[in-house]
């Protein structure tokens, strides 16, 4: 009897061992949902501590910081969901009122006007990200601001829009594509349709095939000789990663 068993559990053994050591067919998949950081009391990291950028699954996001005047741009994360506050204490908000289904953490990304970049470990594939506005860029859009203008006009009729571009590059620095999202978009005809995105709305990227790096910019109807004036922001969450089959 013991030796029967003996045999079932090398058996067992050798078939787990094989199983484990095979190459699966599946593409291997990782997401980067922000869950592991910790925002503090503050409920937000802005790059306040000067390391110029945080880490997340498998991607670096890169920071800069002036402690003269408390500011920065590139990347921060954040839990704070006041969707009502309309000034910029309130950049660090999503307007969705949670991070992606549900969820505590997400991701900011804020411009002054030049694009940055999002690196990864090793070329993987994106397959979608979760994106939304921020609560001070939405209501910024939807009512005006000191500097930026409420999306339509006083009629309503004026053919605003706010967008977001991602581009895809290689490890050799070339650009595999581009994709871009509305995040507000009032250039309808009815004026009903024109729309502010407040949910978090899945984009799809898999189309950018695998990059080392996701560049991101904004684009706008409302501009001057100095670039955008809409608050350029975006709330990011749920970056669906493939790993290409050599990367495990």
Known sequence: ????????????????LTVSCEKSEDPVRIIIDFEELDPGEEGFWNGSDGSGGFRSGVAFFPNSYWEDWDSWVGFAYSNHTDTV?????????TIAGSGASGSDNFALFF????????????PVKI???SVTNSTYTYMTILEGGPFSKKFGGDSGN???WFKVLFTGIDCDGLITGTKEFYLADYRFDDNSLNYIVDTWTEVSLASLGYIRYLQIEFFSSDTNEFGVLTPSYICIDNIVTELLPDAE
Not at 1 to 16: D, E, H, P, S
Not at 111 to 122: Q, R, V
């Open 1 to 16: 009897m013991r030796k029967i068993l003996f045999n079932v559990v090398v058996f067992t053994a050798v078939v787990v």
């Open 85 to 93: 506050s309309s000034d910029l204490d309130n950049q660090y908000s």
């Open 111 to 122: 411009s002054m006007g030049e694009p940055d970049t999002i690196t990864f470990d090793f």
């Open 127 to 129: 397959v979608s990200t």
């Open 158 to 160: 004026d053919p605003d």
